[in-house]
């Protein structure tokens, strides 16, 4: 699961070191906390976070009326002292309400339900790569891919069921187009399929059903490691 990224608004410094704590607690979460909401305003509006957590009364501007102004992919939980605000709050289309002082598990069930929406907006991830190979379309199960190799201009896909596919293209191109949890860029010039992966080290990936190794580019090996397990 990727990492949800989070704001959290609040002009009490003691109110965002539990927010970032319950945050670091549950995992999963990168939180950037803002004392000034019209600064975590102008952050949220050039960032987009997934999720932001959102105090109400504030010296400087209503989280009313930063919530009225977020962007609509930004799922918000109230964070508030308040709870006279709390009817003002749902009609604002917030994921849920947490009345202070609240407990580490309201704030895990509070998070929970900013996931399902999040989740239910999300695109489903595609199940197919579509490439042009000379004139025609062709599409590729993604379960049907071994790795990725950068030619010049080209990419060729091996697959799983034998042969290759070669596409006009470069291969950051095709990286946007693929999950990223499935597949991992090894090198420059190579792209694996994490399923197909039957051993490696810091230098070398052996992928199933090839004679030859393919090879970890030195700027890859950390993140090569750390994604197999290394």
């Given at each position: ?25 549950r995992g999963g979460l990168e939180l950037t906390t803002f ?47 308040y709870a006279q605000y709390a009817l003002d709050g749902f ?57 990725i190799e950068a030619l010049g201009n080209y990419v060729k ?74």
């Open positions: 699961m990727r990492t949800i990224t989070c704001i959290a608004i609040d002009d009490e410094p003691m109110a965002l070191l539990v927010i970032e704590q319950f945050c670091r607690r004392s000034e909401p019209r600064v975590g305003l102008e952050e949220i509006r050039r960032r987009k976070p997934d999720l932001v957590f959102l105090d109400i009364q504030m010296n400087s501007i209503n989280g009313l009326q930063i919530a009225d102004v977020l962007p609509h992919e930004c799922c918000f939980i109230f964070t508030t002292a009609n604002l289309d917030a994921v849920d309400f947490l009345h202070k002082p609240f407990s580490y598990e309201r704030f895990e069930t509070a998070v929970e339900k900013a996931l399902r929406r999040i989740n239910a907006c999300r695109p489903a991830a595609p199940e197919c790569l579509v490439v042009k190979q000379e004139y025609n379309n062709v599409s590729i199960p993604l379960t049907d891919i071994l790795y896909i091996v697959r799983t069921s034998g042969g290759h596919v070669l596409t006009r293209a470069n291969l950051k191109s095709i990286v946007e187009m693929l999950p990223d949890k499935a597949f991992l860029r090894i090198h420059r010039s190579y792209v694996v399929a994490v399923s197909a992966v039957l051993s490696f080290t810091r230098s070398r990936v052996v992928v199933k059903g090839q004679a030859a190794d393919l090879p970890v580019g030195a700027q890859y090996a950390s993140q090569v490691m750390e994604a197999l397990g290394g």
